[in-house]
């Protein structure tokens, strides 16, 4: 079983920086998986802000390209979440979150963000991120 760890989220001020990392454990060997980033604010709607494809490719909500920026450290199973320039709409529980996928794409952009066209798999307990401004 897939497990997800979440940690580096905490309160900022706007223009601030963040690094969120997940730690992973459980992948079966052979498999591939999509990593991704989904974050969700109070009373409003999951949302994806960033994912890894399996063939490495990124993919990010338009409201956080250039300001974040995803990575994945696979020999030790850990995938990251660089956050730049942080603003008050930036707030919001972020989750980590995996997929398994033979071939295709697991994400898709909707609108300003990114879905994820299957459903995730497996999914981290969340982590919270608070930016003042």
């Known amino acids: 079983q897939v497990h997800l760890v979440e940690s580096g989220g905490g309160s900022v001020q706007a223009g601030g920086s963040l690094r969120l990392s997940c730690a992973a454990s459980?992948?079966?060997?052979?498999?591939?998986?999509?990593l991704g980033w989904l974050r969700q604010a109070p009373e409003k709607r999951r949302e994806g802000v960033a994912g890894?494809?399996?063939?490495?490719?990124?993919i990010y909500a338009d409201s956080v390209k250039g300001r974040f920026t995803i990575s994945k450290d696979n020999a030790n199973n850990f995938l990251y979440l660089q956050m730049n320039s942080l603003k008050p709409e930036d707030s919001g529980m972020y989750y980590c979150?995996?997929?398994?996928?033979?071939?295709?794409?697991?994400?898709?952009?909707?609108?300003?963000?990114?879905?994820?066209?299957?459903?995730?798999?497996?999914w981290g307990k969340g982590i919270p991120v608070t930016v003042s401004g």
């Open positions: 979150a995996a997929e398994r996928m033979s071939q295709g794409n697991c994400f898709a952009p909707l609108g300003p963000t990114i879905h994820s066209i299957y459903g995730m798999d497996y």
């Open positions: 890894i494809e399996i063939d490495g490719r990124e």
């Open positions: 459980g992948f079966t060997a052979g498999t591939r998986y999509c």
